[in-house]
DNA sequence: CTCACTGCAAAGAATTTGCACTGAA
DNA sequence: TTCAGTGCAAATTCTTTGCAGTGAG
């Protein structure tokens, strides 16, 4: 199901300022925070308030259209969701973000911990930082 | 090697704004946003300007004396960091947070994940999102 | 046609900065 | 005694809300 039919199936209306985010996102290689999702949309010439993004960006959100990546800083950015459940691996050179699936490999984990803690594990958040070839290229030359 | 003595060591001065924080921190169980610390201080009888909070916690996440959860719908908080590399679970029921060891558990993905996709792998976000046995309990009793 | 959605302007939070004062070493 | 660190007040973001106008269905 595309994510247009997703919006309409959930009750919402298929609106300009909405084509925008999502296609901006889906162009987009790294994750974006609201204001440059803001700008790149003025950069494309297109118009549309930076409340609409912020609004836009919750409601994708809440459908799972987009997820939120977290930097280690304590920041944290809009990404496209690709449907099923995904990680993500950052590059902290260019913020390049790939997905990754493998949810299984945290099974054992996940049974392990909630062994020893008596918590009932039901959502997890995993994510790897690291180069992408690219900035790991350019950091060798850099060097050498 | 006790916080105080970190601090010092990195060329820091041990102030009362820090101890108060770190002391509020260590008796919270769950984690805490700025305002947070401060509200807990004004409670406790202790004055201490808001500034100083955000200065704090900064200089605390720098030395790694505390850490960064996250939160899904994008907001974080601080807790005490203990040595070493850890994960948490956090309570989605009173936000109670323990920490558990095992990134050896993740290498086996790692490699696999470094191999599929190029990446240079060098850090790594997992948190865990459950109940607690107490919150357990209480959804327990709610429903019967 | 209707009502969900937009965009502005304005309010409200959250966070940072400038600067004179204070207290840890 | 000295300079790192503090706390206030003000500045700067960042995000949300109220409301009249607009356009998707």
């Known amino acids: 199901m595309s994510w247009q039919e997703q919006l309409v199936e959930a009750g919402y209306r298929l ?49 799972d259209l987009v997820t939120l990546v977290h930097f280690s800083e304590g920041c944290h950015a809009y990404v496209l969701a690709s449907p099923g459940h995904h990680h993500h691996i950052i590059c902290s050179g260019c913020e390049e973000v790939i997905e990754f699936s493998g949810a299984e490999d945290l099974d054992a984990l996940t049974a392990r911990v909630q062994q020893e803690t008596g918590f009932h594990i039901d959502d997890h958040l995993l994510q790897f930082y690291g180069l992408c070839p690219a900035c790991q290229q350019a950091v060798a030359k850099k060097i050498s």
Chains 1, 2 share one sequence.
Do not use: W
């Not at 296609?23 to 930076?50: M, T």
């Open 15 to 63: 609106t300009r300022p909405r084509r925008i985010v999502m296609e901006i996102l889906n162009n987009a290689r790294a994750p974006l925070v609201p204001s440059a999702v803001f700008k790149r949309a003025q950069c494309d010439g297109h118009s549309l308030g930076l409340v609409s993004v912020y609004r836009t960006l919750a409601l994708l959100l809440e459908l």
